[in-house]
């Protein structure tokens, strides 16, 4: 897709996310988003057939973001430079901080996954639990890297400690939206995180 194309198509997704948070996803309607651009309907339908997609194309965004940050190819390539381990300690937090915080920073996401937009069916919910699933799965597959390397501990279940670490502070980011605080103020999220990988070391 042209540059314009992709800058158009990412003004619909962001102008839509915004009308789902604050009038709920039944109460926004195509029409609503092309008259905040001033574009025609016809415009949107080049790039999705209803605001189901748009929906679904901002989870896929946090996905594709996601894969990046953790491409288990960089995490291999590090782990062979057999860097020391404060080094290493600060580039895991960092890297599993920083997704975490790519999730803190989409509202949308943590409203759908507590289900807190109003108009939301079971195709949608089915839809985020598909893409929490593959979060929960892709960071379990960092932590398993991590534990067959010897560097977290080996009774770790990777999957239930991704499980916890996701749950434990989408929940707090939850409640600081609930609360209208700014739950990015201090770095919030990465204070979390790091916090909570330092149980899964083996410093032994």
Request: aromatic share 8%; glycine share 4%.
């Amino acid at each position: 897709m042209p540059p314009k194309g992709e800058k158009r198509k990412q003004q619909i997704i962001d102008t839509a996310k915004e009308m789902f948070i604050s009038k709920g996803f039944q109460s926004t309607h195509i029409g609503q988003v092309c008259e905040h651009l001033d574009i025609a309907r016809g415009t949107v339908y080049q790039y999705f057939s209803n605001k189901k997609e748009i929906l679904y194309a901002i989870l896929d965004n946090v996905s594709e973001d996601m894969e990046d940050i953790l491409d288990p190819d960089d995490l291999k390539d590090y782990l062979k430079t057999k860097p020391d381990t404060e080094v290493l300690v600060r580039w895991i937090d960092n890297r599993i901080s920083t997704c975490l915080e790519l999730l803190s920073n989409e509202p949308i996401v943590i409203k759908l996954m507590y289900r807190d937009i109003v108009g939301i069916d079971e195709e949608v919910s089915e839809k985020v639990k598909i893409f929490t699933d593959h979060i929960v799965e892709t960071i379990s597959r960092e932590i398993g890297i991590l534990r067959d390397n010897g560097i977290f501990k080996k009774e770790l279940d990777p999957l239930i400690t991704a499980s916890m670490l996701v749950g434990g502070i989408m929940m707090v980011v939850y409640q600081y939206m609930k609360q209208k605080k700014n739950f990015l103020d201090k770095n919030v999220t990465k204070s979390m995180a790091i916090l909570y990988m330092h149980g899964v070391y083996d410093f032994s």
